[in-house]
């Protein structure tokens, strides 16, 4: 390639095959000319046939595809390949389930050159895609609830959400990149932080549009939500407790007297409707009959589902909080 790219699209990805190829399809049908841009699929160490399948759309698709492969080492060592790799200054993260819109790259190019200064992000939109099945899951599950953002916004760093955003290289490389561990561990947020203290903004632009094809369950969703809790301490020793606990109503006295007296008021309802008897005894079994029943559908609605799946994040984090102590006080 003798001249860099306008941009370079960055997708980490990990036994995703099918839906990554939609997704590298989506990426040609762009309004940018297909010359002005890369994509670059870095793989986690796949074995689901991911490699054959990028090496079958090599040379057929109009912009240059290029790719990567190493063995499993999680997200963000995956991210931080990707970054590394890519020929342009400016890089979109994407996952590997988001599939754009044809004006995608244009609308974050276009934010971009409204904002040239290399401390700048653009956030793009992510809605549930209209293909997935119809379920009473998708119906009510959002996790990305991007409709609390305006257009224009300037957002708080920690929405430096690598499912459709795009940042200047060499700010990342000067300031911070992702930190390397396994399993699902909010390393966006993580990171977001850490570069808001370098100076890093994020500009909403919502007609950077993308759509998230991700084939969800409640027991998926709530697994997830565990593993997630268990490696909190990613945020919580990286993120002051008093600000971070209450975005994940995680309510504990660790986040400071202030914080833990204001939380106590919705705390309260919130273990009285979510706790680890109604959750397994009632809202798991009443949320997944839901999908063939008219009369548990009723008590179907975004507050259950959230319910739900948030008490197995904050259940994640306190096992991981116990085991931690129990293992200091067996070697005091």
Not at 28 to 37: D, G, I, V
Not at 104 to 117: I, R, S, V
Not at 188 to 197: A, S, T, W
Not at 214 to 239: M, P, Q, W
């Amino acid at each position: 390639m003798s001249e860099p790219p306008f941009i370079s699209v960055v997708i980490a990805t990990y036994k995703r095959c099918d839906v990554l190829q939609v997704t590298l399809e989506k990426l040609c049908e762009q309004s940018l000319a297909p010359s002005k841009f890369e994509v670059l699929v870095v793989d986690d160490g796949s074995n689901d046939g991911t490699d054959k399948m990028v090496a079958s759309l090599m040379g057929s698709t109009p912009y240059a595809l290029r790719y990567f492969e190493h063995a499993n080492r999680g997200p963000g060592y995956t991210q931080n390949r990707g970054i590394r790799e890519a020929h342009s200054d400016l890089i979109l993260l994407i996952a590997d389930d988001i599939w754009a819109s044809p004006m995608l790259l244009e609308q974050h190019l276009k934010t971009h050159g409204e904002y040239p200064d290399k401390n700048v992000a653009v956030l793009g939109k992510v809605v549930q895609s209209s293909e997935l099945p119809s379920t009473v899951m998708h119906k009510y599950w959002d996790p990305f609830r991007y409709d609390r953002f305006r257009e224009g916004q300037e957002l708080n760093s920690i929405f430096f959400l690598a499912c459709n955003i795009s940042v200047k290289k060499v700010f990342l490389l000067e300031n911070g990149m992702y930190e390397e561990r396994k399993g699902a561990a909010h390393e966006d947020i993580e990171l977001g932080y850490r570069l808001g203290k370098k100076g890093l903004r994020i500009i909403y632009n919502q007609d950077a549009l993308t759509s998230h094809y991700h084939v969800e369950t409640l027991v998926n969703a709530c697994k997830r939500a565990y593993e997630r809790g268990r490696n909190f301490d990613l945020l919580s020793e990286n993120i002051p407790k008093s600000f971070i606990f209450p975005i994940y109503k995680i309510c504990s006295i660790e986040a400071g007297v202030k914080a833990f007296v204001k939380m106590i008021p919705r705390e309260i309802p919130r273990l009285c409707v979510f706790n680890k008897w109604t959750v397994n005894y009632f809202w798991l079994p009443i949320l997944q009959f839901a999908e063939a029943n008219r009369l548990a559908a009723v008590f179907a609605n975004q507050a259950t589902f959230r319910g739900t799946i948030y008490y197995f994040l904050r259940k994640g984090y306190k096992d991981a909080r116990r085991e931690e102590q129990k293992e200091t006080c067996l070697c005091i």
